[in-house]
């Protein structure tokens, strides 16, 4: 298999000199044309099993020749046999419950998680029970009706490690689901550690410039089927014209993340001991890193930090208002840098109590950073937190 640089470039082209092409086509029909009733049958059948379409896609719910090229570049770099698109990363993390068959039953999870898995998680929504788990725990919350762990690392928002064969070992015969969104394949290749589900919102790194809402999920051969099973029946798919751009967003990511996770290794270095600052969050420091992950499991310490501010939630408060290239706002994995507020914001949903346990302070504000020049973002962060400070 050729390396990750050459993946990312060439992943899901493999046929587009036969085509005669050099771009992917986008293919936006909804339907297709069946000029053979038992061809069309017998295609319907393979499909609503959740398989690849041998001739025609049928109907656009059912299969995108568009989508399914992402999904192979995907696949691949996430050293899997499938992986499945879905309309938002939300949409992969419920398709991937109900094909986990965790709907009615137990879960254990892993906090801090996205805001949104936590919520989907603990509204029951699904009808799943969740006993809430730290890595050190997850062996004794597994009980015989377990359908699924669900785990992220680097965690939103803390960016907290967490070692992904160590809760696989726990986890014993239940499969274990880790959102590899903060990390993407560039960094970090969860399937190598043992993990059956890989998921991402593609919304952030993997879309990379704010403009594509996504979800993808990356899974074996048997799974992948049970995963485009559920995006039939519950209709969660993905616009082939988002996964156009996903897959035109693709070839850059690992000078993306790269050069973005430089510029955060460089900013936290700053940040760290800075009298505004009274934490820094960031893989790179060696305190956030006790069990030596990055390098072992990790190949960086990636692009998203957190930082709490001297002066709590008023404090982190006034550099939101303050930054002026730095964008306060939700999301992240843009080519731009992004701060946002987890307690009041992206967290709110998570249940209040749990906050201080997992992290989640009123001083906290997370940095997405982008691949801006590190000393702009340096002078525009330094002069809020200053601003800040001063009250
Ligand atoms: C944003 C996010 C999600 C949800 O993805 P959407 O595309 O917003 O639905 C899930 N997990 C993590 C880690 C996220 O950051």
Redesign the pocket.
């Given at each position: 298999m050729n390396r990750l640089e050459t993946q990312v470039v060439h992943g899901g082209r493999e046929d587009l000199g036969e085509l005669g092409v050099h771009a992917p086509p986008l293919d936006r029909s909804t339907t297709y044309p069946l000029h053979s009733l038992a061809l069309g049958t017998e295609e319907i059948d393979e499909l609503a099993a959740g398989g690849h379409p041998r001739s025609s896609p049928i109907y656009a719910r059912l299969y995108n020749p568009t989508v399914a090229r992402w999904e192979r570049a995907i696949a691949g770099l996430e050293h899997a046999d499938e992986a499945v698109a879905f309309g938002?990363?939300?949409?992969a993390?419920t398709a991937t419950l109900l094909a986990a068959g965790a709907a009615g039953r137990h879960v254990v999870a892993l906090r801090p998680l996205?805001g949104?898995?936590d919520h989907l998680l603990a509204s029951g929504l699904l009808g799943t029970r969740t006993t809430w788990a730290t890595p050190a725990t997850v062996a004794e919350a597994i009980e015989d009706d377990t359908a699924l762990v669900v785990m992220?690392t680097p965690a939103?928002p803390t960016v907290a490690l967490v070692d992904i064969a160590a809760v696989v070992a726990q986890a014993g015969e239940v499969p274990v689901l880790v959102?590899n969104?903060?990390a993407t394949p560039i960094l970090q290749r969860p399937r190598d550690h043992g993990a059956t589900w890989v998921l991402h919102?593609?919304?952030?790194f993997l879309g990379g410039h704010g403009d594509t809402?996504?979800?993808i999920v990356a899974t074996d051969r048997e799974r992948g089927r049970a995963l485009r099973q559920v995006r039939i029946a519950t209709g969660a798919v993905l616009d082939p014209q988002a996964a156009y751009l996903l897959h035109r967003s693709l070839p850059t990511l690992a000078l993306r993340v790269r050069a973005a996770q430089d510029n955060a290794s460089e900013l936290a270095k700053r940040l760290d001991g800075h009298r505004g600052v009274a934490r820094v969050l960031h893989p790179s420091l060696p305190e956030c890193d006790p069990d030596g992950l990055v390098g072992r499991q990790m190949d960086g310490p990636g692009a998203v930090l957190a930082i709490e501010v001297a002066g709590g939630e008023v404090a982190a408060a006034r550099v939101m208002e303050a930054v002026e290239l730095v964008t306060p706002a939700v999301?992240?994995g843009s080519t731009d840098t992004l701060i946002e507020h987890p307690a009041g914001l992206t967290h709110r949903s998570v249940d209040a109590e749990a906050h201080a346990a997992i992290g989640i302070t009123p001083g906290l504000l997370r940095v997405s950073v982008g691949i801006e020049a590190v000393d702009d973002l340096w002078d525009d962060l330094e002069r809020a937190i200053l601003v800040a400070a001063a009250g």
């Open positions: 938002s990363g939300m949409a993390v996205y949104g898995t992220e939103n959102d969104t903060f919102s593609a919304t952030k809402v996504a979800g999301s992240l």
